[in-house]
């Protein structure tokens, strides 16, 4: 009989230190998932290879908290405290944070990165800890009859496809790399989802209609004022393409995306085989309000963005849609919580707000153990009206 068990290891009021979740299916196969909540390295001085070796260190033991190491990490997210609004400065440090990463990983863990990745420039106001450079999330596996990479998990009777964050970046048709189609951002969010289907067809994904989930990241520090046309364009492009099949997801918006001459950057997720996809009836934002993978007596809900003005009212919604979805609730069923902090008109007053944001969110969880989690400080999400949000993933049998 189906079962999952999630352990939340050393909580505090606001997250989990790694959230680890047993899942038995009805038929038998056991699947363990490691996710440390987002770290950093400010254990070591205020630089990019200082800092990335104690992320390591720092994840490193959240792993270790749930019985996996660095070879089990099937996911990574990367995101970086915005040096400046120069693009040069971005840049540089991109490029600088990218010519340590895998190597200094594979020093560091002994394993070979086998992991996906999407990486941003956040916002200058950074994360929780102002001395962040940088704060990574990732996510583990394991289990004897699954096996990972390329963007890929294989269960055996079924695959879950996560390939890595993609922009309009190419190889044109005179075989030079394009970073760019000239300005046209509905057309590029278009591009970046045909690429997508052709690539996933290859794995016998029908992209429109098995999508799960969509994270978008749309880029304004080129253009500040264009923030909220510009997320309106690409939630627009998204709802036309997908149609009666919306996933569930989120958009945002960042400093920079790596391609710093693209605008929108796009990360899915997809399952075939032996799985059913169930959508929510309520679109909102965008995107369904929830998706939930069921297979084999499990549910895995993902919970699209919702934002406004109070975490602890946020989190009620969420455990509305959680209920919707089948579940128990949050408190009871979630996983994992990423959080979004709008940046104010500075940085003392950003930091009253996630003071007041963390108050709010720990207020909800008073009395039990909360899910993992990452947060950052964002130029915007969702909706202009919004001054934080979360979303949200849970796992329940039934």
């Not at 606001?14 to 390295?41: H, K, W």
């Not at 070879?71 to 490029?95: E, F, H, I």
């Not at 993992?372 to 909706?383: E, I, K, N, Y």
Request: hydrophobic residues 40%.
């Amino acid at each position: 009989m189906a079962s999952v068990h999630i352990i939340r290891h050393k909580p505090i009021p606001i997250f989990a230190s790694t959230a680890e979740v047993v899942i038995t299916y009805d038929d038998t196969q056991v699947a363990r998932l490691v996710e440390p909540s987002g770290n950093v390295g400010t254990q070591y001085p205020n630089e990019l290879g200082a800092e990335w070796f104690g992320t390591i260190e720092n994840l490193s033991a959240g792993l270790a908290r749930g019985g996996a190491n660095w070879g089990d990490v099937y996911k990574t997210d990367v995101l970086w405290t915005t040096p400046s609004g120069r693009r040069d400065d971005c840049a540089a440090y991109r490029d600088a944070f990218n010519a340590i990463y895998a190597p200094m990983s594979s020093a560091a863990t002994g394993c070979e990165l086998k992991s996906n990745r999407m990486a941003r420039f956040t916002h200058p106001e950074g994360f929780p800890d102002p001395r962040a450079l940088f704060e990574v999330e990732i996510k583990a596996i394991k289990g004897e009859d699954i096996s990972f990479g390329d963007g890929k998990i294989e269960y055996g009777a079924w695959t879950d496809h996560q390939p890595s964050g993609a922009s309009v970046m190419h190889v044109d048709d005179r075989g030079n790399i394009a970073t760019t189609l000239g300005g046209d951002l509905k057309r590029e969010t278009e591009f970046v989802l045909e690429q997508y289907a052709k690539k996933l067809a290859a794995d016998t994904v029908d992209f429109k209609t098995q999508t799960v989930y969509l994270e978008a990241l749309v880029a304004i520090d080129d253009d500040p004022a264009a923030i909220w046309a510009r997320i309106e364009t690409v939630r627009d492009a998204i709802a036309n393409y997908f149609g009666d099949h919306r996933p569930a997801g989120k958009i945002y918006a960042v400093s920079r995306i790596p391609n710093l001459d693209g605008v929108v950057e796009l990360q899915p997720r997809c399952v075939t085989g032996d799985v059913a996809i169930d959508r929510s009836d309520h679109i909102a934002d965008g995107f369904s309000t929830w998706t939930a993978i069921r297979r084999q007596g499990v549910s895995e809900v993902l919970i699209s963005g919702v934002g406004g003005d109070d975490a602890a009212a946020i989190l009620n919604a969420i455990d509305a849609h959680i209920k919707a979805a089948g579940g128990a609730g949050l408190k009871e069923n979630g996983v994992f919580n990423n959080a979004y902090i709008v940046a104010a008109e500075s940085s003392a007053a950003s930091r009253e707000r996630l003071a007041t944001f963390n108050d709010q969110f720990s207020g909800y969880y008073t009395g039990v153990a909360p899910s993992g989690r990452t947060a950052q400080f964002v130029p915007g999400f969702m909706r202009d009206n919004h001054i934080c949000g979360i979303s949200n993933r849970t796992i329940f049998a039934g």
